[in-house]
């Protein structure tokens, strides 16, 4: 299998049917070996019904689905540990990043890369963001907070697009930690202390309504979590489970003296 698509669901029984239906045709039509995965983070509307019937009438679909909710990285993870694809791409059920976007992302990996991240932030004339003039200015300042603490270099670690390798997916989030909204922190700096090859990569994206994140409230609580992490980082935490598996290079990344 060459692809698994991860889907984490928390509610979205709304904006869940049009992400799952465009994921679904464009991979049936790229000729490419694939599964879907939609992890149902214990919602309580008809997010797993939906899914359920969807699985039954297409093929390389499946549900995982637990209670109660556990948060956005807790799903994530359920979903990259159970994939069997050769790669293995989040994909956020509001389908902000268009599905289509994979094949920068794949393109990537298949010069080597083994982390391949999509960017709203990466300067590209081939790539539109249409965000919330709000939310950007919020999340320029968290991501400029994180370079500063953990992950120099890295322009924009909350995008809900990442390409890994199997070898690297299942590594990282075996040992992840974080279940919420700052567990791409966590993820993205596992991966550099690994020594992965990772790149970051300019995508079009597009603001969808009905986001589950409030920036006013949410933003604190993915700060404390991002000083968590920097805190664990330091006391050396992650390193204990550094193995050898990655190789050295990463692409656009200031490197971070070793810890």
């Known amino acids: 299998m060459q692809l698994s698509v991860i889907i984490p669901a928390y509610n979205e029984d709304r904006r869940l049917p049009g992400t799952l239906a465009s994921v679904y045709r464009y991979l049936q039509q790229s000729a490419i070996s694939f599964e879907i995965i939609v992890v149902d983070d214990g919602s309580y509307d008809n997010t797993a019904a939906f899914v359920q019937d969807f699985a039954s009438l297409y093929p390389?679909?499946?549900?995982?689905?637990?209670?109660?909710?556990r948060g956005k990285g807790h799903a994530v993870r359920t979903g990259m540990l159970a994939a069997a694809g050769d790669?293995?791409?989040?994909?956020?059920?509001?389908?902000?990043?268009?599905?289509?976007?994979?094949?920068?992302?794949?393109?990537?990996?298949?010069?080597?890369?083994?982390?391949?991240?999509?960017?709203?932030?990466?300067?590209d004339d081939s790539a539109v963001v249409k965000a919330r003039l709000h939310r950007k200015y919020i999340g320029n300042a968290f991501n400029l907070i994180v370079q500063k603490l953990i992950l120099p270099g890295i322009k924009d670690t909350q995008c809900g697009f990442k390409l890994f390798s199997k070898v690297a997916g299942h590594d990282?989030?075996?040992?992840?930690?974080?279940?919420?909204?700052?567990?791409?922190?966590e993820v993205l700096y596992i991966a550099r202390l690994r020594g992965y090859k990772m790149h970051e990569v300019a995508i079009n994206w597009a603001n969808v309504e009905?986001?589950?994140?409030?920036?006013?409230?949410?933003?604190?609580?993915?700060?404390?979590?991002?000083?968590?992490?920097?805190?664990?980082?330091?006391?050396?935490?992650?390193?204990?489970?550094?193995?050898?598996?990655?190789?050295?290079?990463?692409?656009?990344?200031?490197?971070?003296p070793d810890l």
Request: hydrophobic share 40%.
């Open 60 to 69: 390389g679909v499946r549900l995982l689905s637990y209670s109660p909710n």
């Open 87 to 123: 790669y293995l791409l989040m994909n956020d059920a509001d389908g902000s990043s268009p599905i289509e976007e994979v094949k920068r992302l794949l393109s990537c990996a298949e010069e080597g890369y083994d982390v391949v991240f999509g960017s709203r932030a990466e300067a």
């Open 172 to 185: 990282i989030f075996s040992v992840s930690k974080q279940n919420g909204y700052a567990f791409d922190v």
């Open 210 to 256: 009905g986001s589950k994140v409030n920036v006013f409230l949410d933003s604190p609580r993915m700060l404390l979590e991002v000083l968590r992490i920097t805190c664990g980082a330091w006391l050396g935490h992650y390193k204990r489970l550094i193995g050898t598996t990655g190789s050295a290079k990463i692409s656009n990344v200031i490197e971070k």
